[in-house]
């Protein structure tokens, strides 16, 4: 076939052509681990049948071997339109519709095409009546075109055209160098398609199929684009499979202001679509979000922080911009890249809430053990627990055996909480006190046992104060939202909780240790004053008796010992008194017990019959009383105290009342009304103040008495107090608890 073939200067460029689609065979093989560099092999090395197949038709003097090279440029004809077309799709990142079944439909026309080709002599699909002019070079051939030709032009064209209309939209998406590539891939591409239709249309002077010329020069713009602009070095396609892949959501905007490119993670957060954004303003896309448009105005030097709204929360994003320049140095667009940096911010964040929390507990430690006293430690943990979580209320209760007494709140809680007695059977605080544990519920909505304190609360959080396994008391806290009540923020309260309990346990052993250091002072006195003088009285009686007795007459005699007798009677009631008041100190726990206070105020009408009778004491007492809790023999004091002052500082004669009230509390309430001159303020202030005597003329009483009220009501979980003013009479009360199952018939 080569034998005969003649030199022609219309095969030059097709030989040059030859040689530099060669080149971009090797050089793609060189690449084949790069995308594309295996199709765009195979399409310059189908190309290069066409060529030099052509070159060889050319200078071929009969028809027989044109006949036979045009069989063989068919391997590229067929071929080459479709491998173009399948590097265009791998540069466009369209290799998804690469599949096996995919690949094997677009091989049916060209296989069909090459088998023809080479069986045309049989049946003439594709050449008819062919005619060779061998004047002279380049002998060219002359045929009719039968009908599978033209199904091949429309594959062809179909192959070219579909290549071009992905090229164009790379085009619009790309900027830069990028953009560059894509207008090698057109030029490439156009020159086949315009060479196909001069061909076809007859405009060339010289029959000549443009074709071959047209895939050389496609061959030559491919390995310019190769050399200078790294085409199967930096592709699109691999920006497309990284980029788009990429967690970091990626903006690309021109210097128009035009969003050109955005992956698939920067739609995800921005919720916008390729088809509907690019191309547009992006001052428009992106205008609910200021700070990516002003990045794209004017780029930052660093990093810049921002938050955007994505899956229903609010998260942090680093903003990073950088602007895109060509060889020119000339600003060609910008490209903003948004991570996720709300992990974190949020760790950061948490550390610096956690190290805020150890340095108020350090602090909360310090202030709770400068002062030992149980309402400053509770007022300061209470403080501390507002500043650790943020709630919307926070109460601090104190154990009692009748429940729970708020001594202070802060937030939403209503005014008159503070001095409540909450039952212990109450609410979520009942569970906590029952098992000793703290809880976080951060829905009392579905808390069955949820006792509603403050309108709108969502999450509690309560805590004991335990001392070793003895309740001392709760921190409660209330927020309307949930969120804010986080397991840190549950555990540090706890911390608190457990600093707060040792710090009031510490308080109360300060307060009665101070109660009993001013109690030995008391009881001093009195041993050194008040029992001194019945003694000195006894002794200066005795030491007269005993020095002279025949001298003194009888009725001297019997006034002297009578004066014994009474000394002797005060100096044991100051001792019975100091012994009980140390008895009812001493003892941790009374049990209560229903009380008959009719049959108790009687005993005691009983033991002062003596001194009602000395005074013509007028005492009117109602007949039935309501049940209180509370231990005989201590209240039996209580009324004797109280009925005794009412007896010897009343009015003249005494007219004396006694009655009782039931509180809305579960308490109820015992008193003793006077008829005497009343109690100013100042001595109302401190008459329940051990060994306080204020009427030093009128009686010669030790001040015991009121102490040990005090101290018995105290113990029973009451409360003594005073009603007075001058010139008015007085009203001495006490409380006790009401009977656990509530008021039941009055007792007689």
């Known amino acids: 076939m080569l034998a005969d073939w003649q030199f022609t200067p219309y095969a030059i460029p097709l030989f ?16 084949r681990t790069a995308r594309g560099a295996r199709y765009l092999a195979l399409t310059s090395g189908t190309t290069l049948f066409y060529t030099l197949g052509y070159a060889f038709e050319l200078g071929s003097p009969t028809l027989s071997a044109v006949q036979f090279w045009l069989k063989v440029e068919y391997i590229g004809v067929t071929l080459a339109p479709l491998f173009i077309f399948l590097v265009i799709t791998v540069y466009a990142g369209q290799q998804r519709l690469h599949t096996p079944l995919n690949v094997a439909l677009l091989l049916v026309i060209p296989a069909i095409t090459l088998i023809f080709a080479w069986t045309n002599g049989r049946h003439e699909l594709i050449w008819q009546d062919m005619a060779l002019n061998d004047t002279e070079p380049p002998f060219l051939v002359e045929f009719t075109r039968g009908p599978w030709y033209w199904v091949h032009i429309v594959f062809i064209w179909g192959c070219l055209g579909a290549g071009v209309w992905l090229l164009i939209g790379q085009w619009r998406k790309v900027v830069g160098l990028y953009r560059k590539q894509v207008n090698i891939f057109l030029a490439g591409m156009l020159l086949p398609l315009v060479s196909l239709i001069a061909y076809l249309a007859g ?48 903006l690309v905007v021109d210097e128009h202001m035009r969003l050109v490119d955005l992956n698939n993670a920067a739609q995800k957060l921005l919720r916008l679509s390729p088809q509907a954004s690019i191309g547009r303003s992006a001052t428009e896309v992106l205008a609910p979000w200021p700070d990516i448009v002003d990045a794209c105005n004017i780029p930052a030097d660093g990093p810049v922080e921002i938050a955007i709204e994505a899956a229903g929360e609010t998260r942090t994003y680093d903003m990073r911009t950088s602007a895109l320049r060509c060889r020119r140095e000339k600003p060609e667009g910008c490209l903003i890249v948004l991570r996720d940096i709300t992990d974190r911010v949020r760790a950061e964040q948490a550390l610096k809430e956690s190290n805020h929390r150890l340095a108020t507990l350090r602090r909360v430690d310090a202030e709770i053990s400068r002062k030992l006293d149980v309402t400053y430690v509770a007022t300061m943990a209470l403080d501390a627990a507002m500043r650790l979580t943020v709630p919307d209320a926070a109460f601090i209760g104190l154990a009692e055996d009748a429940g729970m007494r708020i001594i202070h709140k802060l937030g939403a809680f209503p005014d008159d909480l503070t001095g409540q007695l909450i039952p212990p059977q109450t609410g979520i605080l009942a569970r906590v006190i029952e098992t000793g544990e703290a809880e976080l519920v951060t829905s009392v909505a579905q808390d069955p046992d949820y006792f509603e304190l403050s309108p709108g609360v969502q999450a509690q959080i309560t805590v004991p104060l335990l001392s070793g396994s003895r309740l001392i008391g709760v921190i409660n806290l209330e927020s309307r939202h949930p969120q804010r009540f986080t397991p840190d923020i549950f555990e540090t309260v706890k911390l608190l909780a457990a600093r707060v309990a040792t710090a009031i346990d510490n308080a109360y052993i300060y307060e009665e240790r101070q109660k009993l250091v001013n109690e030995l002072d008391a009881f001093a006195h009195t041993v050194a004053h008040d029992l001194k003088n019945p003694l000195h009285v006894i002794t200066g009686y005795v030491e007269m008796l005993l020095e002279a007795p025949e001298s003194w007459p009888l009725d001297q005699m019997i006034e002297a010992f009578d004066a014994i007798r009474r000394s002797t009677e005060k100096a ?94 579960g308490q109820v309430r015992f008193w003793v009304k006077d008829n005497g001159p009343g109690l100013s303020p100042e001595s109302q202030a401190i008459l329940f103040h051990p060994f306080t005597r204020l009427d030093k003329t009128r009686a010669d009483g030790h001040g015991l008495g009121l102490s040990i009220v005090h101290r018995i009501a105290e113990r029973l979980n009451g409360e003594v107090g005073v009603e007075s003013a001058i010139g008015q009479g007085s009203l001495f009360f006490f409380t006790l608890p009401g009977p656990p199952g509530g008021f039941g018939p009055a007792a007689g």
């Open 203 to 250: 405009i060339f002077p010289i029959p000549i199929d443009l074709s071959p010329y047209a895939l050389a020069g496609t061959g030559t713009v491919l390995a310019w684009g190769i050399f200078y602009y790294r085409l199967l070095d930096i592709m699109p396609v691999a920006r497309e499979m990284i980029v788009s892949s990429m967690s970091d959501a990626i």
């Open 16 to 31: 040059i052509g030859s040689v530099i689609l060669l080149g971009v065979v090797i050089i793609s093989v060189q690449k």
């Open 572 to 665: 044991r009631a100051i001792i019975d008194a100091l012994l009980l008041l140390a008895s009812v100190r001493s003892v941790d726990r009374a049990d209560p017990v229903p009380l008959d206070m009719g049959a108790i105020v009687g005993e005691v009408c009983d033991r002062l019959a003596k001194m009602i009778e000395e005074h013509q004491a007028e005492i009117t007492r109602p007949d039935q009383w309501p049940v209180a809790m509370g231990y005989a023999p201590w209240i039996e004091e209580i009324w004797v105290n109280y009925l005794s002052n009412a007896i010897k500082y009343g009015g003249y004669p005494p007219h004396i009342e006694l009655g009782s009230d039931r509180l809305t509390n």
